[in-house]
């Protein structure tokens, strides 16, 4: 069995981390933000700030800051001086923050990049190879006892989906279902009644949820990326099986706010299409959620399939 998962701390405003090179200054930082030492002068040049929707804070930062940080170093000649790293608790609120000009630069999956792009107006401009993957999709799994042999033995059963803001572990498999033909209706609950011409589905909010829900059998499927369903532990894994594959689409977006210079825009392209030539750009990669590298790969087609797919869920 998978061991039990924590659950995680819920994001209640938004953490500002701000990295300079002097010492830190004296000022203790306020209660709303949680930052790391503040610079006793400003730096020269504007800052480059980079992203994300966590409920984590504290960890997106210290995955974010060498990346902002490498950024900064390397954009020099655009006037750039420091890197700096926002972590917002929702969509809209970097939508807002992009539009705003307060950040600079968002990655994100096909799916929230697609409304986070409408919201605000972001340019999409590179792929970014997230866990070394250039691409991925979502499964549909069940548990191998479960006595399920089809995708129709999910009539009138129920299926878990991550969160509504996924693209592997809710957006395409949704629309999996829905391109099969099925009629997938939302319940509040696992234990609420689905009629035989349904498939139910709830929402876990955290893959780990999701395999345990299978696992224990509160739910008969679920739904997840490929490369977190390999993670599973063999032991646990080797009583599931995956029903269905969705589509593939680009594994990350990279956006950046809307009427950047262009010139800031191709110099932020280059630095970071040549960070995997050099160690010090390898380095940062690693350190970036295991990034293998970015590319020229034209995000804006897989945005435009996801609002083929957003509209479509939206008109059922």
Not at 167 to 173: A, Q
Not at 273 to 282: L, N, S, V
């Amino acid at each position: 069995m998978l061991p039990n998962f924590c659950g995680k701390l819920i994001l209640l405003g938004l953490v500002t981390a701000v990295v300079g090179c002097s010492p830190p200054a004296a000022t203790p930082p306020s209660p709303e933000a949680e930052a790391s030492p503040a610079a006793t002068s400003e730096p020269a040049g504007e800052p480059i700030v980079l992203a994300d929707v966590s409920k984590n804070a504290a960890q997106k930062i210290r995955q974010f800051q060498p990346m902002a940080d490498y950024l900064a170093e390397n954009l020099g000649e655009y006037d750039i001086g420091a890197g700096e790293v926002k972590v917002a608790p929702n969509l809209e609120a970097i939508a807002a923050m992009l539009k705003s000009g307060e950040v600079d630069i968002y990655f994100d999956s096909p799916y929230p990049a697609m409304r986070v792009s409408d919201a605000s107006g972001a340019e999409p401009v590179l792929r970014r190879w997230k866990g070394g993957n250039a691409e991925y999709f979502g499964v549909i799994f069940i548990r191998k006892d479960s006595g399920i042999e089809s995708i129709e033995d999910l009539q009138g059963r129920t299926i878990a989906f991550e969160e509504d803001v996924s693209t592997s572990g809710y957006f395409l498999p949704l629309n999996y279902l829905i391109d099969a033909g099925f009629n997938p209706v939302q319940k509040a609950s696992p234990l609420d009644d689905v009629a035989p011409d349904e498939i139910g589905y709830v929402f876990s909010n955290d893959d780990e949820n999701t395999i345990q829900w299978v696992i224990s059998g509160n739910v008969e499927a679920g739904a997840a990326d490929l490369p977190t369903f390999m993670a599973i532990p063999e032991e646990s894994r080797s009583a599931l099986k995956i029903l269905a594959e969705t589509e593939k689409l680009a594994r990350h977006i990279v956006l950046v706010r809307p009427g950047m210079d262009p010139e800031l825009v191709e110099g932020i392209k280059a630095v970071l299409m040549d960070m995997d030539k050099t160690p010090a750009g390898q380095a940062v990669l690693e350190s970036f959620e295991k990034t293998a590298k970015f590319d020229a790969f034209p995000p804006e087609a897989d945005l435009n399939r996801m609002r083929e797919l957003y509209d479509r869920v939206q008109n059922r």
